[in-house]
């Protein structure tokens, strides 16, 4: 596995570790062992572990400035309670209409350089496919005639997913975690999904009409937090 599965698998890390790290803690406080609210009193440095993963997994774009973000607005909340600097992340709110109208004109003026080429380009023919979205919406299509699956997460954010161009010979995984976000994934209708995920606090929606001698498996595993996926033709 290269560094960059590593990074991919970073921000599922962080949070599988954060919920256990959560759980133990509760647990502790309920045996009469330690108070959790000690210790969840530092919870941003959730928030900057994230913004690290996230600046490893993404290599360009808005991606490494949301994890600037992270960094920057936990570290500050730790400094914050560790009575440091006095920090109220209400008064910095503003930043993200600077940072939303800084994206419009960037993006505005590179569609101006690239008028010959389609605005929006989410098709490629990689058998595996791997997408990620954190507080934000990413599209994908495959067309890949030799699918073999692919790995999906959703991070308070959103992704949809047009696999209705793909096809393989029996079957293929596709690993899919989901945590207070929302997928949509678009199959052919010669394919049988198969799901084996766990919803907790959430849920999978299987609404596909495989045809009746369909022999293609799509196999749905992985977790939804507080999240939903929907699959469907």
């Not at 973000?69 to 500050?76: K, M, P, R, T």
């Not at 992704?159 to 929302?182: N, P, T």
């Amino acid at each position: 596995m290269d560094n960059n599965d590593h990074a991919f698998f970073a921000p599922r890390l962080v949070l599988g570790a954060a919920i256990i790290l959560v759980g133990v803690l509760f647990l502790l406080g309920n045996m009469g062992i330690i108070n959790p609210h000690d210790y969840l009193h530092f919870w941003p440095a959730i928030l900057v572990v994230i913004g690290i993963a996230y600046l490893l997994q993404c290599q360009r774009g808005p991606g490494k400035v949301w994890g600037i973000i992270l960094i920057f607005i936990g570290s500050a909340m730790l400094l914050d309670r560790l009575y440091f600097i006095d920090f109220n992340l209400w008064d910095y709110w503003p930043l993200i209409l600077v940072f939303v109208g800084i994206s419009m004109i960037v993006r505005s003026s590179i569609f101006r350089k690239r008028s010959t080429i389609p605005i929006i380009d989410t098709s490629d023919s990689y058998d595996f496919i791997k997408a990620i979205a954190v507080m934000g919406g990413y599209k994908r299509k495959n067309n890949s005639q030799n699918f073999k699956g692919g790995e999906l997460t959703a991070v308070m954010g959103g992704l949809e997913i047009d696999l209705r161009e793909a096809s393989f010979e029996k079957e293929a995984v596709l690993d899919i975690f989901a945590f207070m976000g929302g997928m949509e994934v678009r199959v052919p209708e010669d394919w049988i999904v198969i799901i084996e995920g766990f919803p907790f606090m959430g849920g999978f929606d299987d609404k596909t009409r495989p045809e009746k001698n369909s022999t293609k498996r799509l196999i749905v595993k992985g977790t939804a937090v507080m999240g939903g996926i929907e699959i469907k033709n």
